[in-house]
T-cell receptor, first 110, second 115 residues
Framework: GQQLNQSPQSMFIQEGEDVSMNCTSS?????WLWYKQDPGEGPVLLIA?????ELTSNGRLTAQFGITRKDSFLNISASIPSDVGIYFC??????????FGKGTRLHILP | GAVVSQHPSWVICKSGTSVKIECRSL??????MFWYRQFPKQSLMLMAT?????????EQGVEKDKFLINHASLTLSTLTVTSAHPEDSSFYIC???????????FGPGTRLTVT
């Protein structure tokens, strides 16, 4: 079935560093969604992308809809401790059901 | 805007009992609500999709008689775990959507522990 592959699976960074993560698929997606989940909480929608090539920002977060429609990227600038969590990409599959990636776990070293 | 609540946030029950989890959209009318299950350190697994006033559509492998879903209004959906067993222990999360887009807004989740 369709899958979304997120890379890296986990990241350990220093506070203040910039972060980049991506999400790829073997099939075309028409919408990309990026969510963040804090421990013990539900995911929160960060950014939604609807057009190939689209670049959208939400504060220190910037996401891009890849021009091939098979990938998307999320960047976080100047990371802070509250950025810790799991970042999921998601998009509608062939049957219009939302598919989630397995997530990228962001850790910030003290 | 687009706030979804869940109740309870955590529940401990004995094996064989039933547990009801409520999901409410607080500031919008949800055309569709979704129920997910999440195991530790894993992604979200869709259990079922429900539209107000109609029967829920369950994903393959999800027992509809065990996980009863009622979507009585545009702001409330409930998930009842019937005759719960320890293997039903998990984090259950609902989400709701209100537009024709694919954006889903998630509740804070319910941690179910069956002893």
């Amino acid at each position: 079935g369709q899958q979304l592959n997120q890379s890296p699976q986990s990241m350990f960074i220093q506070e203040g560093e910039d972060v980049s993560m991506n999400c790829t698929s073997s099939s075309i997606f028409n919408t990309w969604l990026w969510y963040k989940q804090d421990p013990g909480e539900g995911p929160v929608l960060l950014i939604a992308l609807y057009k190939a090539g689209e670049l959208t920002s939400n504060g220190r977060l910037t996401a891009q809809f890849g021009i091939t429609r098979k990938d998307s990227f999320l960047n976080i600038s100047a990371s802070i401790p509250s950025d810790v969590g799991i970042y999921f990409c998601a998009g509608p599959g062939r049957d219009d059901k939302i598919i989630f990636g397995k997530g990228t776990r962001l850790h910030i070293l003290p | 805007g687009a706030v979804v609540s869940q109740h309870p946030s955590w529940v401990i029950c004995k094996s064989g009992t039933s547990v009801k989890i409520e999901c409410r959209s607080l500031d919008f009318q949800a055309t569709t609500m979704f129920w997910y299950r999440q195991f530790p350190k894993q992604s979200l697994m869709l259990m079922a999709t429900s539209n107000e006033g109609s029967k829920a559509t369950y994903e393959q492998g999800v027992e509809k008689d065990k996980f009863l879903i009622n979507h009585a209004s545009l702001t409330l959906s409930t998930l009842t775990v019937t005759s719960a067993h320890p293997e039903d222990s998990s984090f259950y999360i609902c989400s709701a959507s209100f537009t024709v887009s694919y954006e889903q807004y998630f509740g804070p989740g319910t941690r179910l522990t069956v002893t």
